[in-house]
């Protein structure tokens, strides 16, 4: 595709359910990254996918998150039993040739708001 | 561990005027830095990076960054500042020697400029 692309762009959930959110990538891009960005903050990595391999998982908060990429293109970063400290804007970005020096590639980002 | 610090949370310009936003790091390795933008409900938007080479680098709508090594800064830069030019500036880093994939995020610079 022209860019990269997340679904849903807001997401609103009660405490307790579970989300899922999902990163459409440039077509070819081997590296997809994803951020969590709280209200007035930078960034923070959450994961790193390269193809299909979740090469680095360090950023996860808690083991309610959990991300998968199964053919090396689209990814879903899923969250169980949602708290209100969950309540960020998820960002996925996607880099080619290993995203070694490269530059990423930003989708809009997902908006999550847990009531 | 890396790390980047942009110390100010806000600038404000006059339009026409030179503008500044200090960025500064710390990695073990070689430093990969990057300049990105983000405007109000969008991702975030590559601006430069230093990989090697030339300490000046040159990037989009005329910003320019300026990599010192003594000074572990990547202070971005414009020659004349534009009111379109108010957005959000994140600088980021990632250790090009660690082996992380990791790239880390400052917590921000919003630039105002002002007509």
């Known amino acids: 595709g022209a860019g990269v692309s997340q679904s849903p762009r807001y997401k609103v959930a009660k405490r307790g359910q579970d989300v899922a959110l999902r990163c459409d990538p440039i077509?070819?891009?081997?590296?997809l990254f994803w951020y969590q960005q709280a209200l007035g903050q930078g960034p923070e990595f959450l994961t790193y996918f390269q193809n299909e391999a979740q090469l680095d998982k360090s950023g996860l908060p808690s083991d309610r998150f959990f991300a998968e990429r199964p053919e090396g293109s689209v990814s879903t970063l899923k969250i169980q039993r949602t708290q209100q400290e969950d309540s960020a804007v998820y960002l996925c970005a996607s880099s080619g040739a290993g995203g070694n020096t490269g530059e990423l590639f930003f989708g809009e980002g997902s908006r999550l708001t847990v009531l | 561990a890396q790390s980047v610090a942009q110390p100010e949370d806000q600038v404000n310009v006059a339009e026409g005027n030179p503008l500044t936003v200090k960025c500064t790091y710390s990695v073990s390795g070689n430093p990969y830095l990057f300049w990105y933008v983000q405007y109000p409900n969008r991702g975030l938007q590559f601006l430069l990076k230093y990989i090697t080479g030339d300490n000046l680098v040159k990037g989009s709508y005329g910003f320019e960054a300026e990599f010192n090594k003594s000074q572990t800064s990547f202070h971005l830069k414009k020659p004349s500042a534009l009111v379109s030019d108010s957005a959000l500036y994140f600088c980021?880093?990632?250790?090009?020697?660690?082996?992380?994939?990791?790239?880390?995020f400052g917590t921000g610079t919003r630039l105002k400029v002002l007509a």
């Open positions: 980021a880093v990632r250790d090009g020697g660690s082996g992380t994939y990791k790239y880390i």
């Open positions: 077509s070819g891009h081997v590296s």
